[in-house]
């Protein structure tokens, strides 16, 4: 997990997997979230490579996924 930038939020009862990587981007396009926002009862299992995004509450992101920034996971994905 890299936070140089900005902030890395990781809600209740979320795990993440062995082997991924999380890190924000200096900046992003106006009214695009430059950090990362993980809600509640998340499961990113291993091999995950996440960028500045949000991912909402009771989602499960598959093995060696890439989401790349400005990307936005809605609840129950």
Request: charged share 15%; hydrophobic share 35%; aromatic share 2%.
């Amino acid at each position: 997990m890299r936070a140089e930038f900005h902030a890395i939020r990781v809600g209740h009862f979320s795990s993440i997997g062995d082997r991924c990587t999380l890190h924000t981007n200096h900046s992003l396009p106006h009214n695009v979230t430059a950090s990362i926002n993980i809600g509640k009862n998340v499961t990113i299992e291993s091999g995950c490579n996440i960028h500045s995004c949000i991912i909402d509450d009771d989602v499960v992101i598959g093995t060696n996924t890439i989401i790349q920034q400005g990307a936005r996971i809605e609840r129950g994905a």
